[in-house]
């Protein structure tokens, strides 16, 4: 018996019947057309290299300032090199200055990061997984309530946080800052809408079947699931806590206590005043090592944050 593409070739005239390569060509002008151009736009491109240029300028400027010495700081040109390379001796002088006060307030930033960042992640997670898979009385009064946190800004709740936490006596100690961070709501609300997606019911009923607790099926099945969503809300946490500036400076009044964002601050400041030090190469220096520390995290879990930025554009 005939294929139906023999019957094709054996009907049509022996002038019009399609070489092999004939048919190649045809599937290749077929697969051609299907095929979406890239269509390259001079005007977007430029359009997005000014925000690239504008993002890079800072970091540029900093690492060649960095450099250079105190006197080389003010006679050189601040885009480019000076004589000198002192950029050495300027990480020396970040590590001793002030008896080495800024280990100190390194430290105090990765405690602030370490509990702040991922305990609050931690616990938007769970908050999200329980809006998102039970249903309790009050579950919408509560979506709102959050809902409505979203609107507002930190800074806005900083003094009232400060007066309240003055009355409880945690002003300068570190649950000052450590509490504030742990409330998340954009990563609640953020982590709530991805689980009722990602997490199927028919996943968690089998679970419970088989006799696992809440607590087992969060950690072993729903945190997986969530891992990209997961990853995305502890980078910007890890960012927002690690560049916290307000709230540590105005909960903190011992210097023993500060992170590096309010440190590098007083280091700057104490230039302004008659009997303080100059000391503006050491804080660009501590600047660019404070930066170091983000850059390797977003480089390593990048895969995980582009996952993450990614979960629901497109339909499954």
């Given at each position: 018996?005939?294929?139906?593409?023999q019957?094709?070739h054996?009907?049509r005239?022996?002038g019009?019947?399609?070489t092999?390569?004939?048919?190649?060509?045809?599937?290749?002008?077929?697969?051609?057309?299907?095929?979406?151009?890239?269509?390259r736009?001079?005007?977007?491109?430029?359009?997005?290299?000014l925000?690239?240029l504008?993002?890079?300028?800072?970091?540029v400027?900093?690492?060649?300032?960095?450099?250079?010495?105190?006197?080389?700081?003010?006679?050189?040109?601040?885009?480019?090199?000076?004589?000198?390379?002192a950029?050495w001796?300027?990480?020396?002088?970040?590590?001793t200055?002030?008896?080495?006060?800024?280990?100190?307030?390194f430290?105090?930033?990765?405690?602030?990061?370490?509990?702040?960042?991922?305990?609050?992640?931690?616990?938007?997670?769970?908050?999200?997984?329980?809006?998102?898979?039970?249903?309790?009385p009050?579950?919408?009064a509560?979506?709102?309530?959050?809902?409505?946190?979203?609107?507002v800004?930190?800074?806005?709740?900083?003094?009232?946080?400060?007066?309240?936490f003055?009355?409880?006596?945690?002003?300068?100690?570190?649950?000052?800052?450590?509490?504030?961070?742990?409330?998340?709501?954009?990563?609640?609300?953020?982590?709530?809408?991805y689980?009722?997606?990602?997490?199927?019911?028919?996943?968690?009923?089998?679970?419970?079947?088989?006799?696992?607790?809440?607590?087992?099926i969060?950690?072993?099945?729903?945190?997986?699931?969530?891992?990209?969503?997961?990853?995305?809300?502890?980078?910007?946490?890890?960012?927002?806590a690690?560049?916290?500036?307000?709230?540590?400076?105005?909960?903190?009044?011992?210097?023993?206590?500060?992170?590096?964002?309010?440190?590098?601050?007083?280091?700057?400041?104490?230039?302004?005043?008659?009997?303080?030090?100059?000391?503006a190469?050491?804080?660009?220096?501590g600047?660019?090592?404070?930066?170091?520390?983000?850059?390797?995290?977003?480089?390593?879990?990048?895969r995980?944050?582009?996952?993450?930025?990614?979960?629901?554009s497109?339909?499954?």
């Open positions: 018996m005939l294929t139906e593409e019957r094709t054996a009907g005239p022996a019009h019947r399609r092999p390569a004939a048919e190649g060509r045809a599937a290749r002008r077929v697969r051609t057309r299907e095929r979406p151009r890239r269509q736009s001079v005007a977007l491109t430029v359009l997005m290299t925000p690239l504008y993002s890079l300028f800072p970091l400027w900093l690492v060649i300032n960095s450099t250079k010495s105190l006197d080389e700081l003010f006679s050189s040109f601040g885009l480019w090199f000076g004589d000198g390379f950029l001796d300027n990480v020396v002088g970040v590590l200055y002030d008896d080495g006060i800024y280990g100190r307030w430290a105090n930033t990765l405690l602030y990061v370490a509990v702040g960042a991922v305990g609050s992640t931690l616990l938007a997670a769970l908050a999200g997984y329980g809006l998102a898979k039970f249903d309790f009050g579950r919408r509560v979506l709102a309530v959050v809902l409505g946190a979203v609107a800004p930190g800074t806005a709740l900083a003094v009232p946080t400060f007066l309240l003055s009355k409880m006596g945690l002003t300068n100690t570190p649950w000052g800052v450590l509490i504030p961070l742990l409330v998340t709501p954009f990563g609640l609300f953020l982590l709530f809408t689980t009722k997606e990602a997490v199927p019911d028919e996943v968690l009923d089998a679970a419970r079947v088989d006799g696992a607790g809440e607590f087992r969060f950690f072993t099945i729903v945190l997986r699931l969530l891992s990209p969503a997961f990853v995305s809300v502890l980078l910007l946490e890890l960012v927002g690690w560049n916290n500036y307000f709230l540590p400076l105005i909960m903190l009044s011992d210097p023993d206590l500060f992170p590096l964002t309010v440190g590098l601050n007083q280091w700057n400041a104490q230039g302004a005043s008659a009997e303080g030090e100059l000391v190469n050491l804080v660009l220096t600047s660019l090592m404070t930066i170091i520390p983000l850059m390797i995290v977003f480089l390593c879990l990048q995980f944050w582009r996952a993450g930025l990614a979960a629901g497109t339909k499954g």
